[in-house]
């Protein structure tokens, strides 16, 4: 079977779609599901998948972004599906050497189609391996003081940005709970958990801003937002001004 990795914004399409490949026998099968860019990109360096199958459902930027940085690296077929039907999003999607871009609404038969004229490219069916799953974090069954704890926190909210973090999914990585965690990061760090990751975000942005050439939308998605408006609300309430205002500021000041 070829593998399919699925990249769901909405969290709608996992069922509709398996469903329908195996009413239609075809060779396919979902292999992984997420609803991220950036566990997306994780599960591509982890793993081989035959195709890649996004289904945008009103996150067309996220969606496009994605793409392009599948393009920095691999070949992988991928099918864009649930955009809207404008030129621009049509023509951006081909630059990043989309092999398909289906509009909303979806239909059956044209992803079907789509899927079939894949076959040709993707040659034989390959052979399924088994995968080894590696753990988040590393604890080496060490006991750890408060210190260490809270060390390990802050290093993979840095390492994270990008993704949906929440203190619940570290706490359950840890062992920890979720409350007793939140209280002892405070206690040590004199900042909340969400306050603290709040500032990393937005430190995190000033730096692309003044670094990079990357567009807004770029920048917040690589600080963890997927609402390109929410994000222009936080960083106007952390700074003061807008990125665009900001990045022309510090420009000028240089």
Not at 215 to 235: H, N, Q, S, T
């Amino acid at each position: 079977m070829y593998s399919i990795l699925l990249v769901d914004y909405s969290h709608r399409l996992n069922k509709e779609f398996g469903q329908l490949l195996q009413d239609n026998h075809f060779p396919f099968t979902i292999t992984d599901s997420v609803c991220s860019s950036s566990t997306a990109l994780a599960a591509l360096s982890d793993r081989d998948f035959s195709v890649v199958v996004v289904h945008t459902d009103r996150y067309d930027t996220a969606g496009l972004w994605l793409c392009h940085h599948i393009r920095q690296t691999s070949d992988i077929p991928i099918l864009l599906l649930g955009g809207r039907d404008q030129f621009r999003l049509v023509r951006k999607a081909l630059t990043y050497q989309v092999n398909d871009y289906l509009p909303s609404p979806v239909k059956s038969s044209a992803l079907l189609h789509s899927l079939h004229g894949l076959l040709n490219r993707l040659g034989p069916v390959p052979v399924t391996k088994k995968t080894t799953i590696k753990p988040k974090i590393q604890l080496n069954g060490k006991a750890m003081d408060s210190n260490h704890v809270i060390r390990i926190v802050k290093s993979y909210v840095r390492d994270h940005l990008n993704e949906e973090i929440t203190l619940k999914k570290i706490a359950d990585m840890l062992h920890f709970n979720c409350a007793y965690l939140g209280q002892k990061f405070k206690t040590e760090e004199k900042i909340s958990f969400n306050d603290y990751m709040l500032k990393e975000r937005m430190k995190k942005a000033k730096q692309l801003l003044l670094s990079t050439d990357l567009r807004i939308y770029e920048i917040a998605l690589e600080v963890g937002y997927r609402d390109i408006d929410w994000f222009y609300k936080k960083f106007k309430a952390y700074t003061g001004s807008s990125p665009n205002a900001y990045r022309r500021q510090k420009a000028h000041t240089a």
